[in-house]
């Protein structure tokens, strides 16, 4: 049966080849025609020869392909390098939003689905109104705060956040918002505006503020301006931005456009200088609301409500952009930072011997003026560590919004001189960070602090949701060295009160907020999808607003607010995110998918080394796997390889295969006999070197030397770029704090 097999496919390639030499003795009859003519069908003549001579090379090696000594079949593998690659894409995508499948009650088509076709239909009325998110909605993770705010040829562009990634990640240290939808119409951009100095609403400046030129004006409060100013200071292009600072008690209307008015009103949070804006446009009153929380007694001015409802009912707000971080925690805030101030002088009470570190986030400006307030009252001496903090303070004393006591902080350097019952470090660390300082000081790593039985840590914070292990680990670090560790939360342990305060409103501080400015229409922003559904839901049952009165969006989409104060969907823009590694580089989502790869199945490189001459090998194939298998634990896996790799190469030479043909057959072959062997499907990566025949020249002293004129000197490594690396970014509840700095200050 094979050898009729083989006859009959070794006359067909003799038929094939007859056809192909009849062909070429033809082409001489074309001769004569017009030279257009006869390129022309010469041409053709000769690719359908070549195409033959290519069929027919085709059915010669498929005698010669290598039997692999495998019992799986081929699908089964194309099977599960789908699903890896399924499961891959799914992780390393997250960030990407195009069109999102939502379905909710409140997605502006009765919950229907939002599909393509439906999409193209859309289309923005010329004269509304548009709300176009270029971050943070329905996205995972709270971050990448950025919206746009555009009427006729005008934009508002409202804060400039980063996020920062899961584990799904690897390598990746935050993202900024894509902005190609602003660069396609940067003429528009009539001024920029900041709701507040957290990461997630500036963290961003460093890497966007540079395309918008240095003319187009920047609205922000003092401590925020300084904050921005500080971000700038690393920013790879060099700009100097139009600051506009802006006093929120004033109630100042700012024109920043032809159609458009702007009105800071101050709001609380955990930063100072935080604001919501009143943007006024032909359409109606939008009210963006930033981030806030009512607080009964705070350290700072109080929230400026008032004024939310004098233009409630003056003017009437149209559309409401209203927060939802808390919106699932019961209540109101139990307590205020005067109630965690009392706290702190409890710790100072109890433990009058010991010397006392406070781990909290840099941010919080006024927690640490109680904390000061509290040291003196103790007789005590505070050192602050972490270069964010220090930042933050300095800013913090520069716009007045701190008050240090006299001979009250000392350097870090110094607290060896102080007993004890002297001293008081305030650090960050809080979230078990491992560059963070505290992790530093559990570990031995810090320069001035090492951790010893009489200290008690007390933890000024909650641990952020996904960060609970390494706080754990952190505690777990400092418990071991003998410490004392007081935790907010706990004070059932050890009789202290509490310790943290979040700086986002509860379910019943929503409920005042609505109730107070009863907007016609109504947009949840700031939080993952379940949070604008239940934030949604919240504002139909207080409000009474119709389900086409309230919108959860995702980012990307256009919400337009009518001439009639209706709201609606209008379409979609281009959005995304860009992802940035330690040193300020982008990293492609290809790159993070291959690292996935990688973490996941490993990587297995073959390197073949053949004579360029001959095409055979010239030494034994060789092998390198990296978080795959142990080559010293897989001796018979590698000879049944190396075997495989011999016998082809041997057989490729009568073939005369391109590389790029043969790399992909190895790569195939290798990734089926791996998966028999192991079930898994690695990278496989096969470099292919030739070499070729070396001449006399190259091999003796006869080689001719150049003249010294004509040779160029060649640096050995290139100049150092002299674009600065800006700091790892470390995320925290309120704000992400940067890496820290070792060297050149004391701290």
Known sequence: ??????????????????????????????????????NEKNAKIAQKAKNISKQTRVQKSDTKKVNLPTTTRRGAVVRAQRMISNDINMRATQHIVNIPVNK?????????????????????????????????????????NMFAIEYMDEILVIDMGSIFPNEDYPGVNFMTPDITYLKDNMHKVKAVAFTHAHLDHIGAVRQLLPEFGNNIPIYATDFTIGMIKRQMEEAVVEVSPNYQIVDPFKHEQIRI???????????????????????????????????WRFENDPVDTQFDLPRLAEIAQTEGVDLLMNESTNIDTPGTHPHSEYSIGESVGEVMTAYPHARLIFSCFSSQIYRLQLILDEAVKHNRKVAFAGFSMINAIEIALRSRKIKVPKDVIVKMEDIVKLDDSKVTIVCTGSQGELNAVLNR????????????????????????????????????GLLREGAGVIQHGRGHYHGIGPLHLSGHAYYDDHVRLVETIRPRNYLPVHGEFYMLQHNAEMAQKVLGLKREEILVADSGDIIELTKEKKIKKGGRVHVGSILYDNTGNTVHDAVVKDRLHISTEGIFIIVLTISKKTGRLLKTPDVISRGFVYLKDSEELIGKIRHYLRIKIDREVERKVEIADMKQEIKDDISHLLFDSTGHTPIVIPVINEIGVVSRQQKGGHAQKQNKSEQTETPLMPAPSNSKFPRKQIPDTEVVEPRIKFGGRSY
Request: hydrophobic share 35%; proline share 5%.
């Open 441 to 476: 000081m559990a570990t031995g790593a810090h320069r001035f602090v090492k951790i010893k039985a009489t200290d008690v840590v007390v933890f000024s914070s909650s641990p952020i949701p996904g960060n609970e292990p390494r706080v754990a680990s952190t505690v777990d």
């Open 1 to 38: 049966m094979t050898d009729n097999f083989n006859e009959k496919q070794a006359r067909k390639r003799a038929n094939l080849q007859k056809k192909a030499q009849d062909l070429q003795k033809n082409r001489d009859k074309y001769v004569g025609n017009t030279k257009n003519e006869s």
């Open 104 to 144: 909710s009650l409140f997605n502006g088509f009765n919950g229907e689905q939002l599909t393509a076709s439906k999409l193209k239909k859309l289309r923005p009325e010329k004269d509304s109104v548009r709300v176009i998110p270029l971050g943070v909605l329905g996205e995972f993770g709270i971050g990448k």
């Open 257 to 291: 456009s032809k159609y458009m008015t702007l009105e800071f009103v101050h709001v609380l949070h955990s930063i100072p200088g935080c604001v919501a804006m009143v943007i006024r446009t032909p359409n109606g009153n939008i009210v963006h609301m930033g981030d």
